[in-house]
């Protein structure tokens, strides 16, 4: 095989790798060394900023096969057949550490899915959890500053962590489960995916269900001891990346089973009225009880990228993104997060960063945006204004021809600080647990609790006790035994 020749970035072939040009064989080195100075300067510049959260992940391409009709939901061309097969591109990640964090460490796992539709990019952000720490936007950015260092000592902070979530009572639910067995996962393929928010699906008719996603593992459940996870991000900080990468290579393609929650509207106003919980807030389940899971299709991950930065560095999903056949919801944190997305990326990545292979849509598109930097598809010679008729979308209601949405009340912001019942959900959940598994909640929780200052402690204290006196109990139980003295 003949070998490449080394260029230039522009494809001059270049003289030599090893060597610079210097004046005598000790130099010093001459400004007209262009090949050098080009290495070094692109050296400079290698690094782009890391995403704000969900620093550390892996991606992998994939494929999403239908196998239940749900057409009477949606019109959404990807769900068109049994058997019809979309690309996808899958990125998992941990939430609050930086790129180079170890994947073991207690957190939420990102799960963002886009799938490469006839009809444009339809990117499921979600996570590895059903619900989230809080349920208003303006609220993000001061949560997540507590999940990252503090400002004087740059050290990750117990205190700063349970200072919110103990005035943050919607957090519980998301609390309890991150402190579970289930919150470290082992690795990305042994963990159920959720789109957590309500979405819209909207058929022929034009008739709106809401819907919420989930995607099971057919690799089974599996999780680590935070005593394993210590152990493990000590010796293998890159384990999820590596099961995830070796898995694939070897053939051994990881599998989802997709299936979708659906509620009419008047079943939502129903469940609402007899449950009093917000159909669309994020810290909420719909209980499989009242809404059973309903299958979809299969979900499979079976190529790695050849390049991790090109392909999964400059992955850039958004939850606005949507296709035809779908729609948004009234949940206050989705809608603060179709803004953010695109907005983080055009910092992070650059304004043309859909131009990139990974992101780029794999039908046809048209549009006026044009120009900026890096412009590599830019609408050739086609108009920049507005000549294109919106072919097949009708002119009224929301995006995609999707119904009106009713709405109604005065502009406000309305404090739902002790409006709302954030206890009755955490507290299910801890009575569905096994006593190995409440005891495992406490010890786990009772590791950073016995750091943080007594006010904090007992604020939290009190969470527990109102979800359920007997997780209160535990929580207490489990402190004593490290020597924290709690009433
Ligand atoms: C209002 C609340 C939220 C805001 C403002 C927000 C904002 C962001 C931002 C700015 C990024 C970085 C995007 C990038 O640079 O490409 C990000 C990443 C991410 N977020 Fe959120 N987020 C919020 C809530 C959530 C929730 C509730 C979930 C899951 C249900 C979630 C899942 C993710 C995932 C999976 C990523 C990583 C995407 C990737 O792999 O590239 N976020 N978020």
Known sequence: ???????????????????????????????????????????????????????????????FTVTHDIRHFTKANLFGAIGRQTATFLRFSTVGGEKGS????????????RFYTEEGNW???????????????????????TQKRLPDSNLKSANMM??????????????????????????????????????????????????????????????????????????????????????????RFPQWEVKVQVATPRQLADWEARTGWNPFDLTKVWPHGDFPLLPVGVLELNRNPVNYHAEVEQAAFSPANVVPGMGYSPDKMLQGRLFAY????????????????????????????????????????????????????????????????????????????????????????FRLMSPQARQTLCDNLAGPLSQVTDEILERQLSQFDRADPDYGRGVRAALKRLGRNVD
Request: aromatic letters at 10%; a negative charge.
């Open 1 to 63: 095989m003949t070998q490449p020749r080394l260029t230039t970035a522009s494809g001059i072939p270049a003289a030599d790798h090893q060597n610079s040009l210097s004046a005598g064989p000790r130099g010093p080195l001459l400004l007209q060394d262009f090949q050098l100075i080009e290495k070094l300067q692109h050296f400079n510049r290698e690094r782009i900023p890391e995403r704000v959260v969900h620093a550390k992940g892996s991606g992998a391409y994939g494929t």
């Open 102 to 113: 170890a994947d073991t460490e207690r957190d939420p796992r990102g799960f963002a899915l």
């Open 123 to 145: 990117d499921l952000v979600g996570n590895n959890t059903p619900v989230f720490f809080i349920k208003d936007p303006i609220k993000f950015p001061d949560f997540i500053h």
């Open 162 to 251: 349970f200072d919110f979530w103990s005035r943050a009572p919607e957090s519980l639910h998301q609390v309890t489960i991150l402190f579970s067995d289930r919150g470290i996962p082992d690795g990305y393929r042994h963990m159920d995916g959720f789109g957590s928010h309500t979405y819209s699906l909207v058929n022929d008719a034009g008739e709106r269900v809401y819907v919420k996603w989930h995607f099971k593992t057919r690799q089974g459940i599996r999780n680590l001891s935070s005593a394993d996870a210590v152990r493990v991000a000590g010796t293998d900080p890159d384990h999820a990346q590596r099961d995830l990468f070796e898995a694939i290579a070897a053939g």
């Open 342 to 429: 695109h907005d983080a990326q055009l910092y992070r990545v650059g304004t043309n960063h859909q131009h990139l292979p990974v992101n780029a849509p794999r039908c046809p598109f048209h549009n006026h945006q044009r120009d900026g930097a890096m412009a590599i598809a830019n609408g050739g010679a086609a108009p920049n204004y507005a000549t294109i008729d919106a072919v097949g979308q009708g002119a009224t209601g929301m995006g995609h021809g999707e119904p009106e949405l009713p709405l109604s009340g005065n502009a406000g912001r309305f404090d739902y600080r002790g409006q709302e019942d954030d206890y009755t959900q955490p507290g299910n959940l």
